[in-house]
Each structure stands twice: as C-alpha cells, then as structure tokens.
C-alpha cells in the first residue's frame, strides 16, 4: 500500500522557491512564504528564495542558475501559471526541459478539484526535468500552493514514500530507489 514508511531514513531534499510575480515582494509574497514554510516543516532545507518578474528572460535566467547550482535538488516555482495576460511561466520554463512529467498536472488538478471546483481549469501548473533538476510550477495563490504541497508534493518529495519517491531521481539519492 502506498504511503510513508517510518521505519526508513529521511533524506531532506534542497529546495529552492521562486515567487513569479509583477506585485508581490518579500513582505507579501504569501505563496513563496507558504512553500518555504511547508518544506522545511517537512524537514526539507530551503536552498534558497527568490522574486523575479513576470517576464520570460528573468524566470530563465533564476531558474537556469538554480539548476546549475549542485546544492540545489529541485526547484518550486509559483504564479504566472493562469491565463492573465503577463502570465508567462510555462512559456518561460516549459522550452528548457528535457522531459516534461505529465503526471503532476493530472494528480494536481484532480487534488485542487476537491477544493476548488472546475475552477482548477484556470491553472495550467506543470512540472518537468532541466538536466537533472525537478521543476514544479505551481500557481500563484497559497490555497493553490498549499494543495500542492500538502495533497501531493510534501508525500511524492519525502524519501520515505513508498513503493517509491521522487526523491530517489534525485542524483544523489539515487541508491534509494534502486
């Protein structure tokens, strides 16, 4: 049956979170805060936390500098996912990844169905692999944020999941799904 196994070790994964936003800053980012929060509650490290513009050239550049940084696992993306005009990440990411994990749409669509409705066709969060680098990009409210973490990520990020997590594609942890 799938779930945590308590008996295995715990390996914390290195998370950087971008905020994607043209109004928010580090007093309001609300969402970026939730996701920081969420993962180190889990045990996670925050790599590192950043705002940039919605603007294609600037999430690029956070995003390709975050995964050629080797302590960073994965990254979490938030906002600019819905249909707003100067709503631009999927445009921005979705051309560096190598493979695109179609999963995460499904499964994130089908949780934010419980909770908000038909109104989840407003999102287009995704996720996908640059080099080896997890990219989630999630939307930007915290209610959004909170069912990715909480109904799907904070279980497929922790090592301990079983039959298996994301956490062992991870290179490092790549032994504890082998």
Known sequence: M??????????????????????RDEATDKSGALLADRLQAAGHVLAARSIVKDEVDAIRAQVRAWVAD????LVLATGGTGFAPRDVTPEAVRPLFRREMDGFSVVFHQASLGTVGVSTLQSRAFAGQIEDTFV?????????????????????????????SLAGQIPRLRHLCA
Do not use: K, N
Request: overall charge negative.
């Open 136 to 164: 989630f990009c999630l939307p930007g409210s915290t209610g959004a944020c909170r069912d990715a973490w909480d109904l799907v990520l904070g279980q497929e990020l922790d090592s301990r999941h079983r039959p298996c």
């Open 2 to 23: 799938p779930g945590i196994d308590a008996s295995l070790a715990f390996h914390p994964l290195h998370i950087a979170v971008l905020t994607i936003s043209d109004t």
């Open 70 to 73: 080797e302590t960073i696992d």
